[in-house]
């Protein structure tokens, strides 16, 4: 039986126009995909290689010190409630950092996002992103050196700090007037005058006088635990151990009465020889004192002076006076609680400084003529003949 081949269509046969054509569109979508591919692929490419760019800038601005400002330094004072935005874009502005963005970026995601304390920066080397953060969260803020000198009384203290700009007189004195912070020491006092150390301090502009005044009084507790209280240690009077506070009393006339550091154990000898036989003390710093407290101090000490009625006033009332007069420094403190066992009960100034001492009043008295009366009459005559 003879089979009959099926009749193929026209242009159906191999390697004819149609074939050709499904070959040539096939052809052409797997070369689309590929140039799909290609492109899709380089776009990714594209892609990772700018944002490994942008991660390397990121990383190399952060670490890289910056210094954008043009003087030899850049201060930045953050005031307190500003926000970390703001006090980055600051940073930026002043040259400090390079990109606040980036910096907020950093103090978010990296460091948990701390507060940024308040005050006033310096920023005078280049620095990198997290090392100037690094100073606002620590709060490493600029101070200012201020120096109390030793004498010095209660309000002139507070004069001498508004003076210097860290706040205002008045709350100084609030602060100071408070005793509470030397209660253990001194219950009866009234303020702290005599424990605000006489000391080199260094505070930032935006501390609270309160804080220092907390500061001054915290000098004072460690300098008299390691250098004054075991002085005192074992030592009774009258039947009683020292009082801190008497020492401290005894200390600031030494402070006013003494120039040389060799005389102070000496004049704190007289004192204490003249404390111990009930004697007046006699000392002018504290009517001087007394004047400066009803506010009529002019510079001048006069003989009507001396009859001023005042507990302070040592002509009128033996003992000790109520309380310190001043901030005595740790030299006179030192004297106080170890007086130089002497006989004297006298001394006048030489008008140099130093003093002459004196175990009688007939002696004292020679010393005062010389000393004072014929060295002034001597003074004067020679300031006449110049003027001549």
Not at 17 to 34: D, I, V
Not at 64 to 87: D, K, L, N, Q
Not at 274 to 283: D, Q
Not at 311 to 327: D, E, H, V
Request: proline share 7%.
């Amino acid at each position: 039986m003879t089979r009959r081949r099926a009749a193929r269509r026209p242009g159906t046969a191999r390697g004819g126009p149609t074939a050709t054509a499904a070959r040539a569109r096939r052809s052409g979508r797997r070369g689309c995909l590929g140039r799909v591919v290609r492109v899709t692929a380089l776009l990714a490419l594209v892609a990772l290689a700018a944002g490994g760019a942008l991660a390397w800038w990121g990383w190399s601005t952060l670490h890289r010190p910056h210094r954008g400002f043009a003087g030899e330094e850049a201060i930045v004072v953050v005031e307190p409630g500003t926000g970390a935005g703001a006090i980055l874009d600051r940073l930026e502005a002043e040259g400090v950092i390079a990109d606040a963005r980036l910096a907020r970026a950093w103090l978010v995601y990296r460091l948990d996002d701390p507060p940024l304390g308040a005050g006033e920066y310096r920023f005078a080397e280049p620095a990198t992103i997290p090392e100037v953060l690094d100073r606002l969260i620590r709060h490493d803020v600029l101070t200012h050196p201020v120096t109390l000198v030793e004498g010095l009384t209660l309000e002139e203290t507070a004069d001498a700090l508004a003076a210097a700009g860290f706040g205002g007189r008045a709350a100084f004195l609030a602060a100071m007037r408070d005793p509470s912070p030397v209660a253990d020491l001194d219950p009866g006092a009234a303020d702290l005058e005599g424990y605000l150390f006489p000391d080199t301090y260094a505070f930032a502009r935006n501390v609270a006088e309160e804080e220092i005044v907390a500061a001054m009084v915290a000098n004072f507790r460690r300098r008299w635990a390691a250098s004054v209280g075991p002085l005192i240690e074992g030592v009774r009077v009258d039947g009683a151990p020292a009082a801190p506070c008497d020492v401290v009393t005894l200390a600031s006339i030494v402070e006013k009465e003494a120039r040389l550091p060799e005389e102070r154990p000496l004049i704190a000898g007289v004192y204490a020889n003249r404390l111990a036989r009930g004697i007046a003390l006699y000392a002018d710093p504290t009517v001087i004192y007394a004047l400066k407290l009803q506010g009529t101090w002019d510079g001048n000490l006069r003989r009507p002076d001396l009859q001023l009625d005042s507990p302070y006033n040592t002509y009128r009332y033996p003992g000790l006076p109520p309380g310190p007069i001043c901030s005595p420094g740790l030299a006179s403190l030192r004297a106080a609680a170890a007086p130089a066992e002497v006989p004297y009960l006298y001394f006048v100034g030489r008008n140099d400084g130093s003093h002459v001492f004196a175990e009688t009043l007939s002696e004292h008295n020679r010393n005062v003529d010389e000393w004072q009366r014929r060295y002034w009459r001597r003074r004067w005559a020679e300031d006449r003949e110049q003027k001549r």
